[in-house]
Each structure stands twice: as C-alpha cells, then as structure tokens.
C-alpha cells in the first residue's frame, strides 16, 4: 500500500471497496447510498429518506478518520431524478442541512444520471473532505 | 465550520450552495452552468455560448479565492449531448481555450448525463483548482 | 502556466486535453477509457476488455509521474450498463484487482451515465492519485 495511505473498509461492500481513503489531509469517501450497516435499502420509495441515509453513512465513514460533516468541501448528488429534487428542493436542502448539523460550506454538482447500482436506489452522494 | 476552510457564496443560489471552497491549497467549485449573475440563463439553444457563460462563472468563483484559470487542474464536463460537443469539438474547444487564455492544462472527463437542473442547460462544469 | 503544476500530455488527444496533471501532491486524471496509443477502440463488445485497457492507461499517465496504481486514492466509474457490472461483479473486479495487482486501497462511486464520447465506448475510469 501507497506509504501513508489510512483506508477505512467495513460494511456490506468491504470486500470491493474501501468506504474511505485518505492521504496527507484530503479525505475522500465512495459514494454513498441509502444502505444500512446490514446491507439493506432503507427508504426505497422515499427520495428524502434516503438522502438522510446515504449522509448517516457519509459520517459514519468520516469518523473512522476522526473527522466530521462540517470537513466536507465539495459533494457530488448522483440522482436518478433531478425533478423529484428541484419540485421539493427546500425540503430536501432541510434533511441535506440536518445532516450537516448547519448550513454546508461545501460545493456541490448536481447531475441526473440514468441508473445506479441497484434499481430501487434514487441517490448517490460523493463526497471529499479535508482536515 | 472547520478550521482553515474559506468559503465564496454569493449569486442566485447562494442560500442552497457555497460557489466555492478552498482549504489548504486545493479549491473545489461547485459544478458550473450557463446562468447569469440575475439567475438567469444564457444561451439557451447555444452549446459553445452555455460554455462560454460557465467557464465565466468559474473564474468568477476563482477570483474570489485570488485564483485564477490556470490554476485549475481538473475539469468534468457534464453535458446533455455528447455527439454535439464531438461533432463541433474544434468550434467548442476553441471557446474553452479562449475561457482560459491559452492551451488549458488540464484533465478532463466528458460524460453524457441525462439531465441538469433546468431543462434548457446543456452542460454544468467541476472544476478543482491548486494554487 | 500556475507555479508547480507538471502537466503529462501524450497520445491521441494530446491536442485537446491533459492526460494528467499534477500539483503538490495530488495527481489529477483525465477520464480513461478504452483506447490505445494510436487511438483505436480496444475490446468493443467486450466489457472486461475495456477495463482492462483504460486501466493500462490510467498506469501509462501515473507512470509518467513516478506514480503507481497504488498511489490511487479514488475512482469513478462512469459506464453504459451498470447492469453489466452488477451482473458479473466478481469476473470484473476480478479484472480490476489484477490493475491494480493487489487489493485496490480507493473508494469508488460507481454510476450508470447515458453516453460516452464513442458509441462504442462502455467505460471511463476517472482516478485521483496522492503521492
């Protein structure tokens, strides 16, 4: 392994990939969607849900490196329908804003795309934090 | 907010996205489209003007940090065509290279998405700087 | 040119983009995809073929920095059928480990976009490296 690489690997898709990797001060984490700790989607019909859960898993991957949502600087949303998001968008930046604990200070690109890993799945969320 | 993070906001969607983050030397800008300071957009039928008016943008955001285009080392073009940016590549990467006042070093990743915030944007832009 | 940037610029599209860059630490990618050196499609209907060849590639752009696979910390994959991968996730990754000779240390994000700069084209592998 690369010399002063730490990897953060736990969860249902350990053994493809790390959750997060980071390097010198830059952390960055895969992107996360609306699974639990045991595999399972949480939130399928539920655009905000799931949201809500992909950040619950965005943290949980920052603490194993000791950082917190406020390290975050810039996100990617990968969602499936960037309709659902611009019709109810103050709802949503609400849950994205308790997610954060305040307002982000992060960037963000917003892009429909047209599928992810799983079919019941409405977000991706990629993040990059530096400490 | 986390130390050392320095943060530009400003513009019509202020309240949801910061434009940019800088920590350390690294800046993240928020993805990039073809609308004015007012919230308007610009060059709704016209691929090479929407470039135009983002790469504006990014170097709005850049100038805010003391930054400036060539400082940008990685760029991800999400556009709603594909085929019209490679059937007019010579025209539009004239328009990219005159955004950055000569040959632009840096990386690209040019990907076909299949829709943006507003249905009239054909393509947003990631840009990350290092000064 | 910014101060400190070292720029890799080689191939078939040398003209139109930088195939990496690099600042402090941080080397930058541009998308690859499955295409040799003298620009033609390697592996058209051939899913592990392509990750095979934009793998070769993204070695090719880290080595002319002194960089290894395993100074990689994140990837996107960008790809046509994410189905195609779901669906034969261990031949694939299998394909990958090989890339990377051993474990790969990244994170990923892993998202079904709707066209590549080729029709024949089935994936772009976007890699950020740390040194």
């Known amino acids: ?49 799931q949201v809500k859960q992909a950040y619950a898993n965005v943290k949980e991957v920052l603490e194993r490196f000791g950082a917190s949502m406020s390290d975050i600087v810039d996100e990617t949303w990968f969602v499936t329908d960037i309709d659902a998001v611009m019709g109810d968008l103050a709802n949503i930046f609400g849950v994205r804003q308790e997610a954060f604990g305040g307002k982000p200070e992060v960037t963000q690109t917003l892009i429909q795309i047209s599928a992810l890993a799983m079919p019941e799945l409405r977000i991706e969320i990629k993040c990059i934090a530096h400490v």
């Open 1 to 49: 392994m690369s010399e002063g690489k730490e990897v953060a690997r736990f969860g249902p898709f350990a053994q493809a990939i790390a959750n997060g990797v980071r390097k010198g001060n830059a952390i960055y984490l895969s992107g996360q969607v609306s699974i639990d700790a045991k595999g399972q989607i949480v939130g399928a019909g539920d655009f905000p849900g």
